[in-house]
């Protein structure tokens, strides 16, 4: 996928995507042969009557998430009926004036088998999933932001990998009605986008406020030692930069050590993953699964009730330590992954569970180039409900100290 084409993206705003349409179809059946970001691209959405704050602006939907008209399979080789009704989310977006235009690619039921899109910048490496399609679809310039889920890392990561924003409001932001569950206490729906503008005006239309950043300095939490043993040099130098540029602009940034029971929740969210998709698939699974959520299912259909509430349990009674560390920031600054990685696998999961876990709102952002030339993010997290303020300090961050093509090219 030639350079100029992830570039293009990045030009995207919310003033002039509406004219964006006819230019998706061009990209999409000039790049997709070889990227395979989409499922299938609807051409009748053109003809849909467009009004309204995103008037024009074409966006792709994950493929476990209902377009009415449209099929949904899940990630899965199976024949499905077209969709009655759009799912919430996506009724919304259309309200607004914006247009599905068709359905991306997403791995088996949103979790770890791989699914056949190609990373734009590399295709010998992973998009990342299970948003797969999604990232690598905005990262392409088809479309300024295209709908994901995210159970552990599904938004964050593959948006990190393919060098877009990626964000998951506070669990429960967005209702899920008409979006296929994976573990429902946990799955949140959120977007990528190709700039924090792009996706702040995505935010506006689910009545998320619209925060200025006001006269005070931004309260900035640094907290490089997390799961520091799974980042690389390359990438702990970046999160060191970052965060001193913050800082020279202006941020107050206060180093911030977090407690053992973030490595901790790895396990307890497992558990109630496995539970939860055991309990939504398992009537599927003699249809044969791919090797990944068979073995999540499996899991789960070994874990007893009392397991999944003693997990239930740590979360409710963990939540409020954790609220109460984030609390005094705008955003803590962490290491999200490396460079993606080859094409077998998904990514690492560790970073990224936490957050999910808890429910908090989570963004990334692009942070910097490998030595191969691969982008790779910061993460932003917030405390929940705070996420006015954190896509406010992200857009901040993004064109304050232009860590990202995005930031450059406004």
């Known amino acids: 996928m030639p350079t100029g084409h992830i570039e293009a993206a990045l030009k995207f705003d919310a003033v002039n995507a509406s004219a964006g349409l006819s230019g998706a179809y061009e990209r999409i059946a000039r790049d997709d042969a070889e990227l395979r970001a989409w499922v299938l691209v609807d051409r009748a959405a053109a003809a849909t009557p467009a009004g309204g704050p995103l008037a024009g602006m074409p966006f792709g939907v994950k493929d476990i998430i209902d377009v009415a008209g449209l099929p949904t399979r899940f990630g899965m080789p199976w024949k499905a009926e077209a969709a009655r009704i759009d799912a919430w989310c996506v009724a919304a977006l259309r309200a607004a004036g914006a247009l599905p235009i068709g359905k991306t690619q997403t791995t088996p ?48 990561r593959p948006a990190s990998f393919c060098g877009v924003v990626g964000y998951k409001p506070t669990y429960g932001t967005i209702p899920a009605s008409g979006v296929g569950p994976l573990a429902p206490s946990v799955d949140h729906v959120g977007w990528l986008a190709a700039n924090v503008a792009v996706a702040r005006s995505v935010a506006d239309v689910f009545a998320i406020p619209n925060e200025a950043s006001g006269d005070r300095a931004v309260r900035i939490g640094f907290a490089p030692e997390l799961f520091a043993e799974r980042f690389t040099s390359e990438v702990q130098l970046g999160l060191e930069t970052a965060a001193r540029r913050v800082r020279d602009a202006g941020a107050h940034v206060a180093a911030l050590t977090l407690p053992e029971i973030i490595g901790g929740s790895i396990e307890p969210l497992m558990t109630i993953v496995a539970f939860e998709a055991n309990a939504v698939l398992a009537r599927l699974r003699p249809r044969g699964f791919p090797p990944e959520i068979d073995g999540l299912v499996e899991r789960g259909s070994r874990t ?9 349990e740590h979360r409710r009674r963990t939540r ?14 962490l290491g999200l992954a490396n460079a993606a990685p080859e094409p077998g696998t998904t990514g690492d999961v560790m970073p990224l569970g936490p957050w999910s876990y808890w429910g908090v709102p989570a963004m990334t952002i692009p942070m910097m180039r490998s030595a191969e030339g691969l982008p790779i993010g910061m993460q932003l997290i917030a405390a929940p409900g705070r996420d006015s303020r954190l896509l406010s300090v992200a857009r901040w961050i993004e064109r304050t100290i232009a860590l990202s093509p995005a930031a450059r090219e406004r």
Do not use: C, M, W
């Open 304 to 312: 007893t009730y009392a397991d999944y509430y003693k997990a239930v």
């Open 320 to 333: 409020p330590e954790i609220v109460e560390i984030l609390e005094p920031f705008d955003a803590v600054l």
């Open 109 to 156: 039921f949103a979790y770890k088998d791989p699914a056949p899109t190609r990373n734009p910048h590399h295709p010998g490496r992973t998009p990342g999933g299970s948003s797969s399609g999604s990232a690598a679809a905005v990262a392409a310039g088809h479309v300024p932001f295209a709908l994901g889920t995210q159970t552990i890392g599904s938004i964050l």
